[in-house]
């Protein structure tokens, strides 16, 4: 005998359901684009702030993010959740922005101009304009930083991952994480130096 | 730079990083990292500062070079705040353009047999899996994980193995036992699938669904 047992609820959808993470990416890896289009919703802003803040432009921003996730798509079956979906994620699209910013041209020397360096979009007129002059500077030093030290201060003090998180984006320890965020302070404390 | 390329790891020295001897009771300063009058180490400072709830540290609270050294972020601080609540930025078009592309990737997975007499019809395993998953999830407090499909014997038998995330707020036999009914009728009903097995395990466990009676509702 079969029953017809369909629960008398409204199906809510897949976003209405606060689903773990982990669920939706399982579902994905076998070709769900619903569970994945939640993932997208989940984790996109995110993302975009993080990629905003590495390459200092909001179309490459977008392109970045684009990128990174339809790369996921491609590799959830391979994925073997040892790590958490947004370390993950977070990792491809780190990567992603590693890559990009590598194919740019190189920056100029900073005593050939008289401005900080003009390769990022954070230095064109109109944004600064929004900015006060605090957290243009705050860009300014960013963009001049380390790139280890830089990206362990963005996941650290924008997006607000763990030292746990960020190391397994970085796959490096948590020492290493504390110290280049140490270091990342120091440096960024003397460059906002002038607006104490 | 790509961090997964280990010939290309940001500019640090080997080992920069390691346990190194130093004051402030035995723990191993940073590069860079500074001693302050009081003993304490700047880097350890500024991040009790930053990560743990004020005023958990009565040393922190009174020491002057402490506070010092915390008020000398401030600036810094403030930044990062505004830099935290910039404009945010839309989703919509991006996430459009990303489930586009996705939706042009087509997987099919296997081809199935449907219960027909003369066998020439098949369906996808991946288009079968979704609406199976769906007939589990209208099970309140259950959640599909993973759903395959197999050909079992020679015939059109097929046997369906799902992995299941329940709520424990109702009895988990019965809720299976909803899932299983569900999944079989709308594989031969709606699939019209020759179904062998519904093999069901629950792998994960999800919090109750606020927005239903506890036990899941009627069933």
């Not at chain 1, 609820?9 to 606060?18: C, K, T, V």
Request: hydrophobic letters at 40%; proline letters at 9%.
């Amino acid at each position: 005998m079969i029953e017809h047992v369909a629960s008398s609820s409204p199906d809510r959808g897949l976003l209405g359901r606060d689903l773990p993470d982990r669920l939706l990416a399982v579902r994905a890896a076998e070709g769900d684009e619903d569970s994945f289009a939640v993932l997208v919703q989940r984790h996109g802003r995110s993302l975009l702030a993080l990629a905003r803040c590495m390459l200092g432009n909001p179309q490459d921003a977008e392109d970045a993010v684009q990128d990174a996730f339809v790369s996921a798509w491609r590799r959830l079956p391979e994925y073997r959740h040892s790590a958490e979906f947004r370390t993950w994620i977070y990792r491809i699209t780190v990567n992603r922005c590693l890559t990009m910013r590598r194919r740019r041209p190189p920056p100029l020397p900073l005593d050939a101009v008289g401005e900080p360096a003009a390769e990022d979009a954070w230095s064109q007129p109109a944004r600064s304009a929004e900015h006060d002059a605090a957290t243009t500077a705050l860009s300014h030093a960013l963009a001049e930083m380390d790139a280890g030290q830089r990206l362990c201060w963005i996941l650290r003090e924008v997006q607000g991952l763990s030292y746990k998180e960020i190391a397994h984006v970085t796959r490096t320890s948590e020492q290493t994480v504390r110290g280049r965020l140490f270091r990342a302070r120091r440096s960024l404390q003397e460059a906002m130096d002038p607006w104490r | 730079m790509a961090l997964d390329d280990p010939h290309a790891r940001p500019t640090e020295p080997p080992g920069a990083d390691g346990p190194r001897t130093g004051p402030a009771a035995g723990i191993p300063p940073f590069p860079g990292d500074e001693v302050l009058p009081c003993g304490r180490l700047l880097s350890r400072v500024w991040e009790q500062a930053l990560d743990a709830a004020p005023a958990t540290d009565p040393h922190t609270v009174s020491c002057p070079h402490c506070r010092e050294a915390v008020e000398g972020l401030a600036t810094l601080n403030a930044a990062a705040r505004a830099l935290r609540a910039e404009a945010p930025v839309g989703l919509h078009a991006l996430a459009d353009r990303v489930m586009n592309i996705v939706s042009a990737e087509v997987r099919l997975g296997r081809l199935l047999p449907l219960a027909d007499p003369v066998r020439d019809l098949r369906i996808s395993e991946n288009a079968a899996a979704k609406v199976l998953r769906q007939a589990a999830d209208t099970v309140p407090g259950a959640t599909a994980a993973t759903c395959r499909l197999l050909p079992e014997g020679d015939g059109t038998g097929v046997r369906v193995t799902m992995t299941l995330a329940a709520a424990l707020d109702g009895p988990l036999p019965d809720r299976v036992h909803q899932v299983r009914r569900s999944v079989f009728h709308s594989a031969v009903q709606d699939l019209g699938l020759d179904v062998t097995a519904v093999d069901i395990t629950v792998v994960d466990l999800l919090e109750p669904d606020p927005l239903l009676p506890p036990g899941g509702g009627p069933s």
